[in-house]
């Protein structure tokens, strides 16, 4: 098959959810083509729906309306469990399950080879002898790094990262943004990062999407969304002024 | 051999006055409730007596049937009364009870273990329901706080590509031996640490020992197999609402 350019394509995506007695909608009308191997970091106000929309391209929630295409074909023509392995998902705190690295690294594939775990967990830039370690014995830093690694070991074309370095220090930020830089470059990985922090955005490069209140407010290169917005959501953004 | 009757009754009553003695000596706030719950206790197997008697004179299969629906829809209501986390769980317990029960009472009437009278089906099922739906809440309780209170870690598993099937696994094992404590502990110690009533009623009616254990083993053998149907049962259709054909995890209202 011929790749197209697109990887995922979301078409007017609506999403909502009850709220008390009524219905509120999460996520109105959002439309973006992503295009293979990019990085795109969406942003916006809390509440603006950027988890939901990672959420519903993982189909761990289901859209209320419109419709998404991963490689030109509809989603609910893949098994969920398929999609899923093939567009790989971290929550904002990754959860890792009891027992070692090796048992996490092969909870998505048990028979990846010890040369495929070996890769990864160098990939990840931690050293292979630490295989067996119980990660109840690692740094929050260490663990967001086991959680990426797991999330490759499912062999994805595109990962979902639900702001992967809220909860680190500056010094473990920077690493982490890098890694998953060289593992886009390397994978040749289509990234779709959540960040609450614009200047995140600038230095992940790519494409920014500005969400608010549910909707696709701006989209452009992540330098020009950040720093020289168009729209007047956009410059309220910046400003510091809408959420 | 002692043949009990009304006399017996009445002078048993004199440990019932030993017990209101010692509580009032000592005390006890529960002075009304020893009295009152000794009263109910003789009106109420009295009259379950009378009814036994009754029912083990009808000859119909299909009343016998009657009467042991209802005794599983009594067990179903009060095991669904006791899954309080879950609302609507009616029909699982009820379909959990039934299922245990009618499953193994079947194989017992098939196996030619008993036969189809009233007087061996009826006393058998009240064991088995009343373990049963047991074995059926505790399964609920448990499968509906695990699953309330690791949300993460099975969203985790669905990300990666899991079913929910495997992702709720850990959490459906855990909850099996939770409902299945009580019947495997039973198992371990029975005859050593205590003998059970139906044994213990047997030898008291002038069985011989012998005789009262095989029937023993019997019975043994059969709330295993009814707890472990029921528990199955039960945790197959409570994970079920929890998830989305899509394997989703809803949140429960």
């Known amino acids: ?243 | 051999m002692i043949h009990y009757g009304l006399s017996q009754v009445l002078m048993s009553a004199a440990l019932v006055a030993l017990a209101l003695i010692i509580g009032r000596w000592w005390k006890i706030p529960a002075g009304k409730e020893m009295l009152f719950g000794s009263v109910r206790a003789f009106i109420q197997l009295i009259a379950v007596g009378y009814a036994l008697n009754y029912i083990f004179d009808l000859k119909s299969p299909w009343l016998v049937l009657v009467v042991i629906m209802i005794m599983i829809t009594v067990g179903a209501g009060a095991a669904s009364g006791r899954s309080k986390k879950l609302a609507g769980s009616f029909p699982i317990t009820f379909a959990a009870i039934a299922a245990g029960s009618l499953i193994t009472m079947g194989i017992m009437l098939v196996l030619n273990i008993i036969s189809l009278e009233a007087r061996y089906v009826i006393p058998l099922s009240g064991m088995i329901i009343s373990n049963a739906m047991n074995a059926a809440a505790l399964t609920m309780n448990r499968i509906v706080s695990d699953i309330g209170s690791n949300r993460l870690r099975i969203e985790t598993a669905l990300s990666l590509g899991k079913t929910w099937r495997e992702a709720s696994r850990p959490f459906m094992q855990d909850s099996a031996i939770a409902g299945m404590t009580s019947i495997l502990n039973f198992l371990k110690t029975v005859g050593i640490v205590a003998l059970p009533g139906a044994m213990t009623g047997m030898i008291l009616a002038g069985a011989s020992p012998l005789e009262a254990v095989l029937l023993q083993i019997i019975v043994a053998y059969m709330l295993l197999s009814s707890v472990t149907i029921s528990t199955v049962i039960s945790l197959e259709l409570t994970v079920r609402r929890f998830f989305t054909p899509s394997h989703q995890l809803k949140i429960l209202k």
């Not at chain 1, 992503?34 to 990085?39: K, Q």
């Not at chain 1, 014995?137 to 499912?154: F, H, P, V």
């Not at chain 1, 639900?162 to 040749?188: F, Q, V, Y």
């Open chain 1, 1 to 243: 098959m011929n790749p197209g350019r697109f990887i995922l394509e979301a078409r007017d995506l609506f999403r909502t959810v009850r709220d008390g007695d009524s219905e509120k909608a999460i996520i109105r009308g959002f439309s973006f083509n992503f295009e293979r191997g990019e990085i795109y970091n969406i942003m916006g106000p809390s509440g603006s729906g950027k988890s939901s929309l990672l959420r519903m391209f993982n189909r761990l929630d289901e859209a209320s309306d419109g419709q998404v295409l991963f490689e030109g074909a509809e989603y609910q023509s893949y098994h969920p469990c398929e999609l899923r392995r093939r567009i790989g998902y971290m929550f904002q705190t990754p959860y890792l399950f009891p027992g070692s690295i090796r048992e996490n690294l092969l909870y998505p594939d048990s028979g990846l080879s010890d040369t495929r775990l070996r890769e990864l967990i160098t990939g990840i830039k931690l050293d292979p002898n630490l295989l067996d370690t119980d990660t109840d014995n690692l740094s929050l830093g260490e663990k967001q790094r086991i959680a990426l690694a797991r999330l490759l070991a499912a062999g994805p074309s595109m990962v979902l990262l639900d702001e992967p370095t809220s909860a680190l220090d500056p010094g473990n930020t920077l690493a982490i943004e890098e890694l998953i830089r060289n593992i886009a470059r390397r994978h040749e990985l289509t990234v779709i990062m959540v960040t609450h922090n614009p200047e995140q955005a600038v230095r992940m490069g790519g494409e920014a999407l500005l969400l608010y209140k549910g909707e696709l407010a701006e989209w452009g290169g992540s330098d020009q969304v950040v720093n020289n917005p168009r729209t007047e959501i956009g410059r309220r953004y910046k400003e510091k002024d809408c959420g």
